[in-house]
């Protein structure tokens, strides 16, 4: 794929997480590794107005290139992914309501509540509050990167993913948020959530050849 359709496709998605409702206002923060430059969206910028001209290019020191807006404030945080992760190829960081519920008040999600949650979330890693924007914060990351994580909580902020490809960042990223609202909503009907068993859940990745 070349590089105007793999911007073009991010920009779409950019948007969509807006109109999902997926973050807020100006919040969140998108990007897409093509080669050794990074594509990130701006600081302070409604994703429903996104479009591929306004993509800010990062070199892999988080150095600006191109652009003629501010690159988010997070950029840290995608850059030592990227660093981390040769795999990794696209980010995507937000504040989807229920999952920032589950943020706000440190619990830990039931990721085994449904098949899909299992196969596209599997382990979360669970961050400390550190001021966004920061490399404190971008270093938070680290740990969970080297374990093969790619859903993490981020106590009193959001939720970041990511994958190898655009489609599988913005999937887990809608995924986590589903799963935070079912498990929530067994909540209020007083009933913790009923697991898949982990051994069933063994079975069912070996069955997709992710074990």
């Given at each position: ?183 929530a909503m067994a909540g209020m009907f007083n009933q913790e959530p009923n ?17």
């Amino acid at each position: 794929m070349q590089k105007q359709e793999i911007l073009t496709k991010l920009a779409k998605y950019v948007r969509l997480t807006w109109d999902r409702s997926l973050t807020e206002s100006t919040g969140g923060n998108m990007s897409v590794r093509i080669g050794d430059k990074v594509y990130i969206t701006p600081t302070f910028f409604v994703k429903h107005f996104f479009t591929i001209n306004d993509f800010v290019i990062l070199n892999l020191n988080g150095e600006k290139i191109e652009g003629k807006l501010d690159p988010s404030s997070e950029y840290r945080m995608h850059i030592r992914i990227y660093n981390e992760r040769d795999d990794v190829k696209s980010i995507f960081h937000a504040h989807p309501k229920w999952a920032t519920i589950y943020s706000i008040t440190h619990k830990k999600i039931p990721t085994r509540v449904l098949p899909e949650t299992i196969f596209m979330l599997g382990e979360i890693e669970y961050i400390p509050y550190c001021m966004p924007g920061t490399d404190e914060f971008a270093d938070a990351f680290t740990e969970g990167l080297k374990k093969g994580r790619n859903a993490f909580m981020l106590f009193n902020h959001g939720i970041t993913t990511c994958g190898e490809s655009i489609e599988w960042a913005f999937s887990r990223l809608e995924t986590f948020e589903t799963c935070c609202y079912v498990s929530a909503m067994a909540g209020m009907f007083n009933q913790e959530p009923n697991q898949i068993s982990e051994k069933e859940a063994n079975k069912f990745l070996k069955k997709l050849g992710m074990k």
